[in-house]
Each structure stands twice: as structure tokens, then as C-alpha cells.
């Protein structure tokens, strides 16, 4: 006979358990079960019948793995939390009595956990941990510009500010910057670290509020694990570059305003060794314990700083490390049928020699100066990234390599309406002529478009192109800079047609019924692709008697045309659709009216854009 099955004990009531049940289960309040979800990368879950799981009830609550809260059970901060209660309790009870020096003895020993042991759990590999660094570095920066209260507390705004700039000292330093937007939410930046897109938020320098209806220590909880993350991501990509981490901050520059430039970075050396080497020969004198792990590290520290440069054994390590050199070089061999069609195909050692890419430097030829109305902290991150020198004015803080004054600056960023000023002197004249002034939207968009563009539509006073998101897949949808150049050419063209059809006589006849040319039109359609059938078309529209005016918009009309894509007839799509099943034919239903959406609000943001530059050409023309 089978093994009797109780209610309750297999199944989904057995897989799961409830919210309250994994309280209980824990003894602890529900405030320490909800840091410990999220230190521990612990959420609810949603079974397949929730009526089986809630062992009959319907109510509705959140439930957990089983197997998770056994695991909760075991962590070491679950213990430092209770150690922590009963360590509040005492505090209590000694103030309660007026019991001063037990308070303070208590105060010195207040127990403190740590979250190292976490992160080593859930990023076993170092590529999955600046995977995750998005919203750690999204949080970092968010709570830099909060204002510190009796919830946030100062020293937390001030770590906050000085992991937000060690990363932008990396970025700086490794010139891994690629994108850039400008949002109303802040801007919006994206880097590749070790291969991987690492994408973050920075809001805009204003005076932030923390609203009521926030739940504060929810994200104090993630902060807490983000500030420990990032703590590790930043060593392990100091040390990779050959930087010390921390990076050292002059208290004194940071005090007057130089921001990033209050750090300095320093470059490792072996003079680190003998500070690494310190600890362990202390230990040893003193007759304390010193682990296995220290010992390893010493003697391979001894071991790598122990080889004389220049010795024979450096000769035979570089013989041998020539040879594998060679070993590891590809070698071109020719195809046995076709020889003559041999490609060099790019190798490891190719694309490791290879000259970094200009975009790195795109910067590096120019010199900026920042007017007192632009944001200093974005523009400065921007510019240094990619190897351009920047300056700003005393009122924007301290630290700034150059004045205003200074005949190397080639690019002034600007963000206020163009004045002319008829006090201005002979130098001043001078080097104004000299430089250009653009906005700030100038520099966005060359690192967007990955070379530098025109400043003249970006001059001071203008009306800027559109700032477009560089994230994202943009193809099909609504490109508002197609075309901008040719809308005033189509206009005027377009009022000059409206003119001679107005001059033109009515003779009752339809648009069909007055006589065409037939081979003018067969060369009108041959006519976009080569400049030569183009003159031919001209030229018989010419013999014809039709100015150039109706061969313009008759030309665009055809262009027009051919570039528009038409669907298939009807009947033939309906029959394409009776051999999809079901499923397929709702997937291709949901995607055809996917591109209709898309092509509607294309069209209607299309309409809009021609109104808009009417309107403005009736503003420069106010006769017409």
C-alpha cells in the first residue's frame, strides 16, 4: 500500500509559504524580514493556484519559496539583527536607570553586520556585478542631490557624492563614454565596461524635496547594499587600470567648490607591497595568528618583486614568452582552390595593436569655457571623456585649469539669447571673432553622431534641431530631422505651383482627362537614380512647354509614389492569413496594427511639422 498523502504537507501547500507564516518562522519584525528580502535578493512569488498553496484559503497575501526562507534562516545578518534588539533592549533598561558607564560601554560594542558575504553570493563573477551597477548608480546619484534631514543623514549624502565622483573619474580616465541625452527627467548616460552597456541617470542640479508619501527606508535598504556593491565594482576597476582606490580627495578643494577635481589619481606602485607586506610582519611580532591566505599572498608578492631586471632569468622568461608568441599567431594559408583570393582575416594580436578609435578623442583638438549659466558638473563629465580640455568662470567654483581670458579656447558653451554689446573693445571683438559660440546641445549630439558637427545650427540665439534619444531601435518611426533642409525649397516651390494653377485657365477638364505625355512620364520615373535621365527629362519637359515650377511638383509627386510601400491586395492577404494557425495569425494581426499605429503618428507628426514651417515662413513673410 502507497504512502498516505496529508493535506497540507505536499504539493504547492508544501512549496510555498506565506508572508506572515515566514515571520513567524523567522522571529523577526516584519521591518527586518523586508531588509533581509532585499539584501538577499528574496520576492514573492506567484503559484500556479493559489487557493492549493493558501491550504484552502482565499485570501489574498504574498507567499515565498519554502526552500528561500529555510535559507533566510541561516543568514549571519538575521543574527546580528536579533543581536541588535536585544542590544536596544539593554541600552533602554541602562538609560532607564541612569547607568552611564554601562550605556556607553554599550554604545562602544553596539553590534554592526556586514554585507561583504552577500555580495560574494550573489555575483560570483565580476561581469555579473557590473551588469547589475545600473540602478545602483542611478540610487548613488539620486540621493548626491538630496538634501540631508533627520530621515537622510549627512555622512550618507557625503559617501553618496563620493562614489558618484569615483565613477566618474573612471569613466574619465578610461574614455568609455558612448551615449548622451538630454531628458526632462535629467540626463540620461551610457558606458561600456568590460564589454558590458552600463546605463545611469543624473538629475538636474535643482533643489530637490523628499516627498511624505516615500517610503524612505526601503531605500535606505537598497542604498545600504548598493554603497557595499559599488565599494567592490570600483576596487577591482581601480586596480585593473593600475590606480589606486580609494582615490585620494584634497578637503580643501572640495570645500570651495572643485567638485571631481578635489580627487587625485595615483597610480599603483611597489611602494604599495611593503604596505601590504606591513600588517603581516606586525603580526608575526606580535605573536598573533596570521592566516593562510596572507601567507599566500606575501610569498607571491616576494615572488614577483624577487626577479632582477635585466637577470637570466628575465632573458629566459621573455625567450619563453616569445616563443608562445609565436605559437599563438595565426597563420595565413591559402585556399588550395582559389589562391589568388586570400583574406586577411583580423587576428587577437591585430586587434589588440590596433590604434584606439578617434571617437575617444573626439574633443582632444578643442578648448571649452563654460559660461556661468550651464551646468558645470554635466558638461565638465561630457568634455573630459573625450579628451577635450574645459575651463568655467570663478562663480562656477574652483579649480578651473584656465580663465576667460585665455587664447587657446576655441568653443565658448553658451545658453543665453544673443546680445550685442556696443561697449565691447578692439580684444574683446578680436576673441570673439576668434572662437565660436554654440549651445550646449552641440556637444549631446556630436558624441550621439560620433563626430563633430556644424556649429552653425547650433550658433547662440538659434533655434536648435531636435535632440533625439540615441537609445533604442529608431527604425520606422518618426525621424523629425528627414528632410528639414528641403521643407522651405517645397515650400516655395509648392506656393509657385499654387500661383501658375491659380494663372491657368479652368477648362472644366479633370486632372485625367488633360492630355499627358507619356514617355515624360516613363523619364520621370527613370529619373531618381541617375543625374543624366534626369537632364532628359528636363529637356522634354522643356520641348513639351511645361515650365519648371509643374516639373518640380509633378517630379516629387512621382517620387513620392514610388517611394510609398503598398500592402497587398486584399484577397490575396486574406488568403496568406486562412494558412496561419490561430496563434500565428493573432501575432501577425497584432503586428500589422503595430505599423499601422506607428505609420498614423508618423503621418500626423508629419502634418504637423509642414504646419509648423508655414508657419514660420508666414512669420519671416508677413506680405505673402
Wanted: hydrophobic content about 35%; some cysteine; aromatic content about 8%.
Amino acid at each position: 500500500m502507497g504512502r498516505l498523502r496529508q493535506k497540507g504537507k505536499a504539493g504547492a501547500a508544501k512549496a510555498y509559504v506565506t508572508r506572515s507564516m515566514a515571520v513567524k518562522k523567522l522571529q523577526c519584525s516584519l521591518a527586518d524580514f523586508r531588509r533581509l528580502c532585499i539584501l538577499k535578493g528574496i520576492f514573492p512569488r506567484e503559484p500556479r493556484h493559489r487557493k492549493r498553496a493558501n491550504k484552502g484559503s482565499s485570501a489574498p497575501t504574498s507567499f515565498y519559496y519554502a526552500k528561500d526562507i529555510a535559507y533566510l534562516a541561516h543568514e549571519p545578518v538575521l543574527k546580528k539583527l536579533r543581536e541588535h534588539k536585544a542590544f536596544a533592549k539593554k541600552l533602554a533598561r541602562a538609560l532607564g536607570r541612569g547607568e552611564w558607564s554601562s550605556a556607553k560601554s554599550l554604545e562602544d560594542n553596539r553590534p554592526v553586520y556586514r554585507l561583504d558575504h552577500i555580495i560574494k553570493e550573489r555575483y560570483p563573477i565580476f561581469t555579473d556585478a557590473v551588469r547589475d551597477i545600473d540602478d545602483a548608480l542611478c540610487m548613488i546619484f539620486l540621493f548626491a542631490s538630496l538634501p540631508s534631514n533627520d530621515r537622510i543623514s549627512s555622512s550618507l549624502v557625503e559617501n553618496c557624492s563620493r562614489l558618484a565622483a569615483e565613477w566618474q573619474l573612471y569613466v574619465m580616465r578610461t574614455h568609455t563614454l558612448q551615449k548622451v541625452f538630454l531628458s526632462i527627467k535629467g540626463v540620461y548616460y551610457q558606458a561600456e565596461i568590460m564589454d558590458q552597456p552600463v546605463t545611469w541617470l543624473v538629475p538636474y542640479q535643482f533643489t530637490q524635496s523628499i516627498p511624505s508619501d516615500v517610503d524612505v527606508r526601503v531605500m535606505l535598504t537598497f542604498l545600504e547594499l548598493y554603497q557595499t556593491l559599488l565599494g567592490f565594482v570600483f576596487f577591482k576597476l581601480y586596480t585593473d587600470i593600475g590606480l589606486v582606490y580609494p582615490p585620494p580627495i584634497d578637503l580643501n578643494k572640495q570645500d570651495s567648490g572643485a567638485g571631481i577635481g578635489a580627487f587625485t589619481l595615483e597610480e599603483s606602485n611597489r611602494d604599495d607591497l611593503f604596505s601590504t607586506l606591513l600588517p603581516a610582519r606586525i603580526g608575526q611580532s606580535n605573536g598573533t595568528k596570521v592566516s593562510s591566505k596572507t601567507v599566500r599572498q606575501t610569498i607571491k608578492a616576494l615572488t614577483g618583486s624577487s626577479i632582477p631586471e635585466g637577470g637570466p632569468d628575465d632573458d629566459v622568461l621573455l625567450r619563453n614568452t616569445d616563443k608562445e608568441d609565436r605559437d599563438e599567431q595565426f597563420v595565413l594559408r591559402p585556399s588550395a582552390s582559389n589562391p589568388e583570393d586570400a583574406v586577411d582575416l583580423p587576428t587577437l594580436h591585430s586587434l589588440a595593436s590596433s590604434p584606439q578609435s578617434h571617437v575617444a578623442n573626439l574633443f582632444a583638438p578643442y578648448t571649452f569655457f563654460l559660461s556661468r549659466e550651464t551646468s558645470r558638473p554635466v558638461f565638465e563629465f561630457i568634455v573630459r571623456c573625450f579628451g577635450g580640455r574645459i575651463g568655467w568662470s570663478s562663480t562656477s567654483g574652483s579649480g578651473s585649469p584656465f580663465d576667460e581670458t585665455d587664447d587657446s579656447i576655441t568653443h565658448v558653451i553658451i545658453d543665453r539669447p544673443l546680445i550685442r554689446r556696443p561697449e565691447e573693445t578692439e580684444a574683446e571683438l578680436s576673441r570673439r571673432q576668434r572662437r565660436k559660440y554654440v549651445q550646449p546641445q552641440w556637444i549631446v549630439d556630436c558624441i550621439n553622431s560620433r563626430k563633430i558637427l556644424l556649429e552653425e545650427p547650433y550658433s547662440q540665439g538659434k533655434t536648435l534641431p531636435p535632440h533625439l534619444s540615441p537609445f533604442g531601435d529608431r527604425e520606422g518611426s518618426y525621424d523629425p530631422r528627414a528632410g528639414i533642409a528641403g521643407d522651405i525649397d517645397m515650400d516655395d516651390a509648392g506656393e509657385e505651383n499654387e500661383i501658375t494653377d491659380e494663372d491657368e485657365p479652368d477648362d472644366g477638364k479633370s486632372e485625367s482627362e488633360q492630355p499627358t505625355d507619356e514617355p515624360l512620364v516613363a523619364a520621370m520615373k527613370a529619373a531618381h537614380s541617375d543625374p543624366a535621365t534626369m537632364r532628359a527629362a528636363e529637356l522634354q519637359a522643356e520641348v513639351a512647354g511645361i515650365d519648371y515650377g509643374t516639373f518640380e511638383k509633378r517630379l516629387s509627386k512621382s517620387q513620392k509614389k514610388a517611394t510609398q510601400v503598398h500592402e497587398p491586395a486584399g484577397g490575396v492577404d486574406d488568403m496568406n492569413k486562412m494558412m496561419l494557425s490561430n496563434k500565428q495569425r493573432k501575432l501577425y494581426e497584432k503586428i500589422k496594427y503595430s505599423e499601422r499605429k506607428r505609420q498614423a503618428e508618423n503621418a500626423k507628426l508629419e502634418q504637423r511639422r509642414k504646419e509648423l514651417r508655414k508657419a514660420q515662413k508666414r512669420e519671416r513673410n508677413p506680405s505673402c
